[in-house]
């Protein structure tokens, strides 16, 4: 048998350290070549790294949410002395078992001195590390027959980090020990004093999923209670008998129960990039709002008539392709809108093409891709384009190039766009439009009360470089459009 040391390569474009944002494997695992092994992250970008080789982890390095320089050795894994022979991954080259194959230069030998724990930690956590990516929640363990307030076990939860706790019966705080529990409890737990093992392996618990994630929330290990149910089962009034509220009064199983749980959560890859994003915009620009009603009965009945009679290679077209289409005829008149400002230096910078950010939700969170040369493309070309970068940004495969370099954003919650937002910029740039829902109205048209199909464009600027008689203007300029859409086909 021999050890194969896989390096983290350059998965960017020059890259000097990527975010470890969810490990597939953990120590012991016996994987095979080409199987899932780690996503990393550099910039919005996420790669998920494959093995190189087959074998049998035997370290893990680096934590989700840790930076980890390219090159490091991130994973050891035990391999057949052939394979072992290669030593380790390279560099640059990306995952994958022919680009690993390729490098050498770590010898079987040398992989034993890779620090085998994460990038931060000592190394006795190195086997613990969260598979998927979340954070891994603190398990108290304990004894027969103890008896726990709520309080208490999240106290100890909150100590425990991410390794068991031993919590005694003698922790308890005071007005909650076994003195002061109901009388049947105290029978409960006279009885498994006098009856139980000390400790039940996990898999041995019978108890319903309901119990199981109560357990789970509260930090309860199943295998410490004893069932009173059938065949042992455990009930949701076992796990009374073990926590005994501060006030004294016994926590009910009902529906009604009180629920102090508390899931820390660690804020890593995307989710901490869009944090830091969005910290960034809000210090830094002095955002203000406007907001505006507008008719789109008549841009909504030429969208259908355009969705009934497209051809079959023509995308089915939302409102969006019409905005932008607004936005790239009124742009040329507020240049100053159409910009990026480098507030370090004091430029702003006017852009004569409309590189419009698309705000996109998807499962990993809010990304921003980028339909290029807009003022080049028509109605159908921008609905095609803004579909395939929403395809590509939820399947993960979206280049660096193509989540960069906008000059104006709109974001959309669709239908569940409420009837005012107040979008937070894209630095550096100074505008974002804000699409919300589009809701049937009764609204007074010629001294008639008529039902209309109204939307509201809540918008942002950046003050420095916007005044506000711009913003109303630019914006009115676009519900002028949007109402009668013909004139988006005009040229002027």
């Excluded at 982890?57 to 072992?84: C, K, N, R, Y």
């Excluded at 030593?87 to 050498?104: E, I, K, T």
């Excluded at 936005?327 to 230096?345: E, G, S």
Aim: overall charge negative; hydrophobic content about 40%.
């Amino acid at each position: 048998m021999g050890q194969y040391v896989f390096k983290l390569p350059d998965v960017g474009e020059g890259t000097a350290e990527a975010e470890i944002v969810a490990w597939h494997v953990r120590v012991g695992d016996i994987v095979k070549e080409d199987a899932p092994l780690v996503d990393v992250m550099t910039d919005k970008a996420t790669v998920e790294m494959t093995s190189p080789v087959s074998g049998k982890i035997v370290s893990l390095t680096g934590e989700p949410g840790e930076m980890a320089p390219v090159g490091s050795a991130i994973a050891v894994f035990e391999v057949d002395a052939e394979e072992g022979a290669s030593a380790s991954s390279p560099v640059n080259g990306g995952g994958g078992a022919s680009a690993a194959r390729d490098g050498g230069g770590t010898a079987p030998q040398a992989a034993e001195t890779v620090a085998h724990r994460p990038l931060s930690q000592p190394a006795s956590r190195a086997d613990s590390s969260p598979v998927n990516g979340g954070a891994e929640k603190p398990r108290i363990r304990a004894q027969a027959g103890s008896v726990m307030s709520e309080a208490s076990v999240q106290a100890a939860i909150q100590g425990a980090a991410s390794k068991p706790v031993s919590v005694p019966t003698g922790a308890m705080p005071s007005g909650s020990t076994p003195k002061a529990a109901e009388p049947k409890q105290q029978q409960a737990v006279a009885k498994r004093e006098n009856t139980e093992p000390t400790v039940r392996e996990m898999g041995q618990a019978q108890a319903s999923p309901a119990v199981r994630a109560r357990a789970q929330k509260l930090g309860i290990d199943l295998s410490t209670i004893r069932g009173s149910g059938a065949d042992g089962r455990i009930t949701h009034e076992d796990l009374d008998t073990v926590l005994v509220p501060v006030s004294g009064s016994r926590m009910s199983s009902t529906a009604l129960a009180e629920r102090n749980g508390i899931e820390p959560v660690k804020v890593i890859g995307l989710r901490r990039k869009i944090a830091e994003k969005m910290q960034d915009a809000k210090r830094r620009i002095p955002h203000f709002a406007y907001v505006e009603e507008c008719d789109l009965t008549e841009l909504e009945d030429l969208r259908a008539h355009l969705n009934a009679t497209r051809r079959a290679d023509q995308p089915k077209l939302t409102v969006l392709p019409f905005l932008m289409r607004a936005l790239v005829m009124c742009l040329p008149d507020f240049p100053q809108i159409n910009a990026r400002f480098d507030d370090d230096n004091g430029v702003v910078y006017r852009h004569e093409g409309v590189d419009i950010g698309i705000a996109t939700q998807t499962d990993n969170g809010l990304i921003v891709p980028v339909v290029r040369h807009v003022e080049a493309r028509d109605i159908w070309g921008c609905a095609a384009e803004v579909s395939r970068l929403a395809a590509a940004v939820r399947s993960n495969t979206a280049g660096k190039d193509e989540l960069s370099g906008s000059t104006i954003t709109i974001t959309s919650l669709g239908a569940l766009g409420g009837i005012v937002t107040t979008p937070v910029i894209n630095h550096p740039e100074v505008a974002i439009i804000g699409v919300n829902k589009l809701v049937e109205r009764p609204m007074v048209k010629n001294g008639q009360i008529v039902v209309r199909k109204m939307m509201n464009l809540s918008s942002s600027f950046d003050h420095r470089v916007v005044d506000g008689y711009d913003a109303a203007a630019f914006i009115q300029r676009v519900k002028g459009m949007v109402e009668h859409p013909a004139s988006l086909f005009i040229d002027r």
